[in-house]
């Protein structure tokens, strides 16, 4: 049998049309969406089927729709029998790692997850900030670039050995750019993000979930369960809960948390929710990752006979 972990994307994956072929032919999947529907009182389905793109992209929409298309996913390869020993979430994809996990229901994450999306969105609305990658440039020099600008700018993710994402307010950042391309940066790409998440910036959102979170009772992961706030297993609801509230200003450490995969025997990777971005991120960090992705028919079929064919 495969050593199998299922991964769950983040913020940015968004895209016009995300689960629609997925809930035209599993009713499983169809089911999520009729949840999700149910739950929030009005039409996400239709967003994330139609969109505009516009609504789509916006904070408090474009989590709750990535973690339905992520849960729809995951319970379409659920009912195929395939299963995961380890679980990981980058950023708002760990609500979905601890569906998966058993820590909570899909109508608990869902409503914690509106409640996350709003607070963070409220707070990018107060201040002025933003995120940039940075591909192609040693951390080390990243980080001495950012410790000697003004203002607040920090390392927001480490996604691989060679792409990292900073965050912070946007002055800082602008006068950033011309540092890193002259250390040596081979690409940095602005990104179309409403605000600077994994920073300073978001202190205010992260007070408001601490209040709403501890309403919410949690179990204890039945999978392993990896936290990027730590890059470490995370064994009790507990440290759980309150990782998830260091996490919105705290950096996604999704490089150490796969190696740590790795090197407990982890080969397949099978990313669940909306676009390949993990998958390309894995194949960088060390060798011999073999990743699958699901969100349509056609990759979910490639990783049917691919995970059957191991």
């Known amino acids: 049998m495969i050593d199998t972990a299922f991964v769950f994307p983040g913020q940015g994956t968004q895209k016009v049309g995300m ?11 169809d089911l999520v969406f009729e949840e999700a529907n149910s739950i ?18 916006q904070t408090e929409n474009a989590q709750l729709a990535i973690l339905t298309c992520s849960i729809a996913s995951l319970r379409v390869v659920q009912n195929f029998g395939i299963s995961a020993r380890m679980v ?31 607070f963070m969105a409220e707070a990018a609305a107060r201040t002025t900030g933003s ?19 003004d203002g ?15 965050s912070g307010e946007t002055q800082s950042l602008e006068e950033s750019i011309p540092l890193v391309k002259s250390a040596g940066a081979k ?13 300073d910036l978001m202190i205010s959102a992260q007070k408001q979930f601490r209040s709403v979170i501890c309403n ?24 759980i809960k309150e990782l998830l509230i260091k996490q919105i200003t705290n950096p996604v450490l999704w ?19 909306p676009g390949t971005i993990l998958s390309g991120l894995i194949r960088r960090i060390g060798d011999g990752s073999i990743c699958f992705n699901v969100e349509d028919m056609k990759s979910f079929e490639r990783t049917l006979n691919g995970t059957n064919a191991a």
């Open 40 to 57: 929030l009182n009005w039409d996400l389905r239709n967003l994330c089927f139609n969109g505009p793109i516009e609504d789509l992209t």
């Open 152 to 166: 607040i700018i920090s390392i927001a993710n480490f996604n691989s050995p060679s792409q990292y994402i900073i």
């Open 216 to 239: 919410y009772i949690f179990g204890e992961p039945k999978i392993d369960f990896v936290a990027n706030t730590t890059g470490n297993l995370i064994k009790t609801s507990k440290e």
């Open 131 to 149: 995120m940039i990658a940075i591909i192609g440039l040693e951390e080390n020099k990243i980080k001495k670039i950012c410790d000697q600008m």
């Open 255 to 273: 490089e150490k948390s796969i190696q740590l995969m790795k090197g407990t025997g982890i080969s397949h990777f099978i990313e669940l929710g």
């Open 187 to 199: 690409r940095v790409i602005p990104l179309h993000v409403s605000g600077a998440f994994h920073s």
């Open 19 to 29: 689960g629609l072929d997925l809930s035209s032919n599993f009713a499983e999947a």
């Open 88 to 118: 990981a979430g980058h950023s708002l994809g760990e609500y979905a790692a601890l569906i998966a996990a058993e820590v909570m229901d899909f109508s608990s994450a869902l409503k914690l997850v509106q409640f996350r999306s709003k």
